[in-house]
Structure formats: structure tokens, C-alpha cells
């Protein structure tokens, strides 16, 4: 039996999320094509057979600008140092650049093995991959290199073959029936945030969270789960654009995030929604704290036997 950690760590929008969500055969993470979507770490669990593999996704490795990114960068390298396993996930739909060097030389300093997922592949030709592989064995000396799409399923299950292969002896870390650590209230708003993501598209920018202020529990078996966010926001202007004209936008959204609140939580959902501007809230530490968004420091408690964050 086969037991442990593993770290993603990569650039904002190489398919972190896309990929643990494709493994452990659930949706723990949300996903969306814009970067810096997934803010803190996510505890996803795969049983198998052979083994438990507890997959750790962390924030896109980035230039921090604000608090917000601080933390989300000392998330993903702190999970990088404590995992069995580290996979580092690249995009090879996108040239290499600066970025992509920063982060191979940030895992240099890591003990454990490093995979090289290189993800995407169903969006380049084989000509075109092979000296993507050849320029990554150049930069660091990966225990494997794994070419892969996450996004249509191509060689996750070799993937997760030889993650297991790495993995230390040992019990399993979760029960059978353990998939996620995530609070429901945290699940309820990031996929509500996921929605304000997809909805808006290029009509704003990163700068929104959402707040769960009330999650209420159905009275009875078929009853309603009630559930109350707050729509954060940088300017009035942003309020503007997510209420949209004659409400229009506040509406689809929450259109949409009810379909996926039922679909998660399979039951009948009342979502209610508002928008709060809170001028500069990436640098409010209580704000960052309140809304789940950790530094090292506050992701240290442990939800199973052993927690590299």
C-alpha cells in the first residue's frame, strides 16, 4: 500500500485544477482560462487499489503584487516543500518564458522527486513537443517527464501510475470516502467566484472574492439549502459591471452558480447575491484571512494524519 502527498505546483493557467479535478475523478477545484483562479491550497484525495495518493493544488507561482499574491505564492512553495511528490505542471500551448524559468528554479531546493507534467498537448503537434521536452531536461533533472492533457484525459492514468510508483509505504492518510478538505461554505463560494469568472469574462478583472455571509442547512430531507454571498470588489465601477444594466449580470451569474450549487450539493439551492466595494481588499489582511486566503502560516492545520500545509 502506497500512501502520500503530492504537490502541483506551476504558472498561473497551466491546468493544475483541470488536472487534479480530472484525477480524482470529482470537481474539488475550480477552473476557468483566466490565470491566478485558484487562491489558496486544495486537498483533493484518489483511492485506489494500489494506493492514496493526496493531491495538494496550489495558487499559480507569480510576481507578487499585492498581499493577496504574497500569500497565494507562499502557499504553493511551502506545499512544495513538504510534499512526497512534486509535479510540476507546464503549459506547452504557450512559449516558455522568464516565468517558467523562475519557477524550475524555485523547485531546485526541493528534496522530493519532481515529475514534469507537461500538459496541453492536445493543443500542440508532436514536432512541436519534442524540443519542449528536450529544453526541459536541459533546466533540471526530473525523475520523469510526462507529457499529458488534462483537459481530454490523454496519459493521466500513466501519470498516476507512476506518482504511486513514488509514493513512500505506508496506510492510507483518509478515509475511503474522503475526497476534499474543503469547507462546504468555502465550496459554495468559490464556485459562486467561478461563475463571476466565466459570466463577466473580459469585463473584470481579477480584483473579485466572494464571501459566504450565511450557509443554511435544509430543515428537512428535499428541503432548500439557503445560501448568502457577498460579491467583493475593488471600485464602483466593477460593482457596475457585475450588477450589469437592469441587473443583467447579477442575474446570470447567479443563474448559473445555482446550477452548479445544486449539481455539487445535490439538493435544491436559494442563492442570494450581493456586491460590497471594499477599495484595495488584495492588501486587507483581516479581509485575506476572513475570505480562507492563508500564507504558510495559516494553512498549517491539519485535517488528516499527515498535511504538508
Known sequence: MKAGFVALLGRPNAGKSTLLNRIVGEKVAIVSDKPQTTRTRILGVKHTPEGQIVFVDTPGV?????????????????????ADVLVLVVDVSSPMGAGDRFVVEAIRAVKAPVLLALNKIDLVSRQA????????????????????????????PLLESLLLGYLPGGEALYPEDFLTDQPER?????????????????????????????????????GVLRIFCTIVVDR????AI????????????GTAARLELERFFGTRVYLDLHVKVRPEWRDDERLLD?????????VTESRGKRDPC
Open 62 to 82: 507569480h510576481k507578487p503584487l499585492h498581499r493577496l499574491n504574497v500569500r497565494m505564492v507562499d502557499v504553493a512553495m511551502e506545499a512544495a516543500r513538504s
Open 129 to 156: 513537443l519534442l524540443p519542449i521536452i528536450d529544453t526541459y531536461r536541459t533546466l533540471h533533472a526530473f525523475a520523469e517527464i510526462v507529457p499529458v492533457s488534462a483537459a481530454d484525459g490523454t496519459n493521466m
Open 186 to 222: 468555502v465550496i459554495a463560494a468559490e464556485l459562486v467566484r467561478e461563475q463571476v469568472l466565466q459570466v463577466t469574462r473580459d469585463e473584470l478583472p481579477f480584483s473579485t472574492a466572494v464571501a459566504v455571509d450565511r450557509f443554511e442547512e435544509p430543515e428537512r430531507a428535499g
Open 236 to 239: 464602483a465601477s466593477q460593482r
Open 242 to 253: 457585475l450588477l450589469g444594466r437592469a441587473g443583467g449580470m447579477i442575474k446570470a451569474i
Open 290 to 298: 476572513d475570505l480562507g486566503v492563508g500564507s504558510a502560516a495559516h
